[in-house]
C-alpha cells in the first residue's frame, strides 16, 4: 500500500484509473469486463473510447495498478502530446519487452529498438518504392479479376458468414506476391504442396492467432500438445517457418537473377550482402523480418476491409455515393489504372473514417526513457503539466484520439467525408506517426484502393439477411455487424455479407 501511495504521489496524484491489477497480460485475458478497484478489464481503451477522458476531465489520464508491483501510467489522447511523443524517439522509445509475442522468429523491425531498429529500418524501407507500389497495384487487380472470373464465376449472388473468409485470402495473395514474390491463386491454394499437412494461408492465420498460446505455453507442453489446439499451434509454427525457409532456399537457388520489386528481395540482398566480411542480416533475423512483414502485411489490412465492407452494407447511401465517384473517375468500366489512385478520393475517405472508427491498434505502447513532463489542458480550458517519471509506460489511446468530439464531430457516425478538405490530420493515428510509423502505410492504401475500386465498381455489398435477427433495430444490427474483439489486432466477430453483381 505504501508503494501504491508512492508511485500515486509521484505523478501528483493526476486524475485516472487506480486499480489492484494492470488490463493486459494475462490479467486482461482473465478478467474481460471492469470490476471497480480491481480492474480496468481487457480491451479497456477499445471499449471506453473517448469516455474515460470526458470523466476524468483532461485528455491525459493516469491508470495506475498495484500488482505486480505498483506502477504507474499514462493513457494519451491529447495530439499535441502525442506528437511530442512520437516526435522524440530516444525520450519515448518503445517497451520492447512488450513485444516478445512478436519475436518467436527473431528479432525484427517491429519488435526492435536503438541501433537495432535503424539498421532494420535502413534495410528494409527503400523496399517499399514506388516500383513496389506500382507492383501492389498490378497484382491487387489480378487477384481481384482472378476471384470475380474463376473463384465467383457464374454467380450473381455471393454469400459469406464472415466478410474475413473473402478479406483474409485476399490479403494474403497480395503480400505473397508484392512481398515475397510467391502467387497463390484461390484454386492453387486448396492444394497442398509436398511435405506439408497446412497450406500456406492456413499456416499464417493459424500462427496469427495462436500466438498467444504459444507464448502462455511452455515448449515441452505444446510439443507434447495434450489438446487440439496445443497441437495445431505446435503445427502451425513449424509449417509456417517450413514455407519460409523453402521461400528463402528457392530464391537463393534460382537460377534467374532477375530485377525484382518485391519486399523479399530486399530482405533477401541484405542477408547476403556480406562485402564488409558481415551479413547485414543474420539468418534469424532474415526470418524474424519475414514473419513480420506476412503478419503486419495481412492482418490488419484484412480486417480493415471486414470493417470497410461491413460499413459499406450498413450505409447504403455511402456506397452508392462511392460506386458513382467511381463511376466518374472510370466510365467505361475497364480495369483502373496505378495512375488513377490518386483521382479516388471518395474510395480513402471510406478507409480513413473506417481506420478512424476501427483503429487496428488501439494502443501504441511507448516508455519514458527519463524523468519528463507532458503538457495538456483540462475540459476547463487550463493548462496542466504531467510529471511523469523515467521507465512509466504510456499508451497512446487511439480510440481515445479518434473519438474525441473536440476534433470530430458526431464521433460515432461514419462519415467519410470528413475526410474531404481539411480534417484534423494530428487527431488520426491509425499508422501511428513519427520515426516509428508503420512502414506499409502506401502499401496498405494502394492494395486498397484497388480492392474497392474493383469491387464496389461491379458487386453491391448488403448485409446478409437471417431470420434470426429479424426484429432488430438500425443499431442493434449495426452492433452486431461491427462488433469486434481483441487479438493481435482489433478483429471483427462476424461479419455475414452478400454481394450482388451489378447489371
Ligand atoms: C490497415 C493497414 C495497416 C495499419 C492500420 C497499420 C498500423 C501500424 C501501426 C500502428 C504501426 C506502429 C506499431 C507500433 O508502434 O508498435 C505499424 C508499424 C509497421 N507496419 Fe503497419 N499497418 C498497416 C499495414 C501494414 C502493411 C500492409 C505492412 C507491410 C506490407 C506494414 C508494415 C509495418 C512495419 C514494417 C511496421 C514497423 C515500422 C517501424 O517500427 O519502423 N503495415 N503499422
Not at 497446412?198 to 500466438?211: D, I, N, P, R
Not at 465517384?325 to 483502373?336: F, S, Y
Request: with cysteine; net charge neutral; proline share 6%.
Amino acid at each position: 500500500y505504501l508503494e501504491f501511495r508512492a508511485v500515486v504521489r509521484s505523478i501528483h496524484d493526476h486524475p485516472g484509473f487506480r486499480t489492484l491489477l494492470p488490463p493486459y497480460g494475462i490479467f486482461g485475458f482473465l478478467f474481460k469486463r471492469p470490476i471497480p478497484g480491481i480492474t480496468r478489464g481487457g480491451m479497456s481503451q477499445w471499449r471506453g473510447k473517448y469516455r474515460d477522458f470526458e470523466a476524468f476531465g483532461m485528455d491525459i489520464i493516469s491508470a495506475t495498478s498495484v500488482v505486480p508491483t505498483a506502477r504507474n501510467a499514462f493513457l494519451v489522447a491529447d495530439p499535441a502530446a502525442i506528437k511530442e511523443i512520437t516526435s522524440s524517439r530516444t525520450r519515448f522509445p518503445k517497451p520492447v519487452a512488450q513485444y516478445r509475442v512478436l519475436t518467436f522468429f527473431g528479432a525484427n523491425i517491429v519488435t526492435a529498438e536503438g541501433d537495432e531498429w535503424k539498421r532494420f529500418r535502413k534495410i528494409t524501407a527503400p523496399a517499399f518504392s514506388e516500383r513496389n507500389n506500382r507492383l501492389v497495384w498490378d497484382e491487387t487487380v489480378k487477384i481481384m479479376l482472378d476471384l470475380f472470373e474463376n473463384e465467383w464465376a457464374g454467380k450473381d449472388t455471393v454469400v459469406v458468414d464472415h466478410a474475413v473468409e473473402v478479406t483474409l485470402p485476399i490479403a494474403l495473395f497480395v503480400i505473397g506476391v508484392a512481398g515475397f514474390g510467391r502467387r497463390m491463386t484461390w484454386q492453387e491454394d486448396s492444394k497442398l504442396p509436398p511435405g506439408h499437412q497446412l497450406s500456406f494461408k492456413e499456416a499464417l492465420h493459424y500462427v496469427s492467432s495462436a500466438v498467444f498460446v504459444k507464448l502462455a505455453t511452455p515448449a515441452w507442453l505444446l510439443k507434447w500438445a495434450p489438446t487440439e489446439r496445443m497441437r495445431r499451434t505446435n503445427l502451425a509454427f513449424k509449417e509456417l517457418e517450413q514455407y519460409m525457409l523453402e521461400m528463402i532456399q528457392a530464391r537463393r537457388s534460382s537460377e534467374k537473377k532477375e530485377e525484382r520489386y518485391d519486399l523479399f528481395s530486399n530482405l533477401l540482398d541484405a542477408s547476403e550482402d556480406e562485402s564488409d566480411g558481415q551479413a547485414r542480416l543474420a539468418d534469424e533475423e532474415l526470418l524474424g523480418n519475414i514473419f513480420i512483414f506476412l503478419l503486419a502485411g495481412h492482418e490488419t489490412t484484412a480486417h480493415t476491409l471486414a470493417f470497410t465492407f461491413g460499413l459499406l452494407a450498413l450505409y447504403p447511401e455511402q456506397q452508392d455515393k462511392l460506386y458513382k465517384h467511381i463511376k466518374h473517375v472510370i466510365p467505361d468500366g475497364r480495369i483502373p489504372a496505378y495512375e488513377e489512385m490518386n483521382s479516388l478520393h471518395e474510395s480513402i475517405a471510406v478507409f480513413y473514417e473506417t481506420l478512424r472508427l476501427f483503429p487496428p491498434v488501439t494502443g501504441i505502447p511507448k516508455v519514458a526513457a527519463e524523468d519528463t513532463t507532458l503538457v495538456t489542458t483540462d475540459h476547463g480550458g487550463n493548462k496542466v503539466v504531467v510529471p511523469v517519471t523515467k521507465g512509466t509506460g504510456i499508451s497512446l489511446h487511439v480510440p481515445g484520439l479518434h473519438y474525441n468530439p473536440r476534433y470530430w464531430d458526431d464521433p460515432y457516425e461514419f462519415k467519410p467525408e470528413r475526410f474531404h478538405g481539411d480534417w484534423p490530420r494530428d487527431a488520426f493515428l491509425p499508422f501511428s506517426s513519427g520515426a516509428r510509423s508503420c512502414l506499409g502505410r502506401r502499401f496498405f492504401e494502394t492494395e486498397g484502393i484497388a480492392i474497392l475500386t474493383m469491387l464496389v465498381s461491379r458487386y453491391k455489398i448488403e448485409v446478409k439477411e437471417e431470420p434470426e435477427f429479424a426484429g432488430e433495430t438500425f443499431e442493434q444490427r449495426k452492433e452486431r455487424i461491427l462488433a469486434a474483439r481483441g487479438g493481435l489486432t482489433l478483429t471483427p466477430v462476424r461479419t455475414p455479407l452478400v454481394f450482388k453483381r451489378r447489371q
